[in-house]
């Protein structure tokens, strides 16, 4: 039982210690700030406020109209909103680069062959026709009609 004094001591001295810093806590707790009409209480550790005003010689508090979850709901929405869309983006990004890169490739050498062949085949053939408009004006006596 002795030894059981000095733990209780101990134990007691703890909470006696702990219990003023409690009641500072709650001593700052609320922020009032004068209005027209009345006070406003704001409550530090939740972020309540509340409407205070004077009637009949005794003071009430109405708790305000709190919007913050519904905004908080918003910004969530908001959030994973631009999460999506920044992703989207991301992939339209990447696909219009494989297209470009699609796109940029140069010529291989079958390719190019192909359209000299087309090149020199077409001189030709206007080549032919202009030769063969020569010849017709050149045949052609003047005075003559075609």
Avoid: H
């Amino acid at each position: 039982m002795t030894g059981r004094i000095p733990f209780l001591a101990a134990v007691l001295g703890v909470v006696f210690l702990s219990v003023p810093s409690v009641a500072q806590d709650q001593l700052g707790r609320f922020t009032m700030k004068e209005i027209d009409d009345g006070l406003l209480r704001l409550d530090t550790q939740t972020g309540e406020v509340s409407y205070c005003r004077k009637t009949n010689a005794t003071w009430a508090c109405d708790t305000a109209s709190d919007d913050r979850s519904v905004l908080a709901d918003e910004v969530e929405r908001l959030q994973e909103e631009n999460a999506g869309l920044r992703n989207r983006l991301a992939e339209l990004e990447k696909k219009s680069v494989d297209e470009d890169a699609d796109r940029l490739k140069l010529p291989n050498d079958e390719d190019l062959d192909k359209v000299v062949d087309f090149m020199d085949r077409l001189m030709r053939r206007f080549y032919a026709f202009t030769k063969s408009m020569r010849d017709q004006i050149e045949d052609k006596k003047p005075g003559e009609d075609t």
